[in-house]
C-alpha cells in the first residue's frame, strides 16, 4: 500500500493575491526589499533574495509610501522567500495591505441571455 500525504491549510482568510512591493524589517532593524506575492487575515507569502530565519520576529509594510507595520513570525522559509503569520493582527493594517493589490482589468460582463429576459418580463406580467 502506497501512503499519500495531505498538507492541511490553517489559514484563518481567503488568500488574495497582493503583488505589491514591499519592506521587511527584522529585530535588529536590518531592511530588505521585499514584493508582497499573496496575504491574508493570518499571514502573507513575501519574496525577497534577503533570507531569513525561521521563527525570526518580523514587520512588513507594504507600498512605496505610508501604510502601516504588520507585525509577524516567520513559520515557512522558501528559497524565494518567506511565509509570515501575523500572531495578533491589527485588522485596519491587514485590511490596508490587502487593499494594495495592484489593479488588474475587470472583465466586461456577460450580456443576459434571452431567455433570463423572457422570463423577467413574463414575471412581471403575473398578477
Not at 15 to 21: E, F, K, W
Amino acid at each position: 500500500m502506497s501512503e499519500s500525504r495531505q498538507s492541511m491549510e490553517h489559514r484563518w482568510g481567503t488568500r488574495v493575491a497582493v503583488n505589491a512591493p514591499a519592506t521587511v524589517r527584522d529585530t535588529t532593524g536590518h531592511l530588505a526589499t521585499a514584493v508582497v506575492r499573496n496575504a491574508s487575515l493570518s499571514g502573507a507569502f513575501v519574496e525577497t533574495a534577503t533570507p531569513f530565519a525561521l521563527l525570526a520576529r518580523v514587520a512588513v509594510k507594504a507600498g512605496a509610501r505610508g501604510g502601516e507595520w504588520l507585525h509577524g513570525c516567520v513559520v515557512r522559509v522558501e528559497r524565494n522567500g518567506i511565509a509570515i503569520e501575523w500572531p495578533d493582527p491589527d485588522l485596519q493594517a491587514v485590511a490596508a495591505l490587502l487593499g494594495v493589490r495592484r489593479a488588474r482589468p475587470r472583465p466586461a460582463a456577460a450580456p443576459p441571455r434571452a431567455d433570463q429576459h423572457r422570463g423577467v418580463e413574463s414575471a412581471r406580467r403575473l398578477p
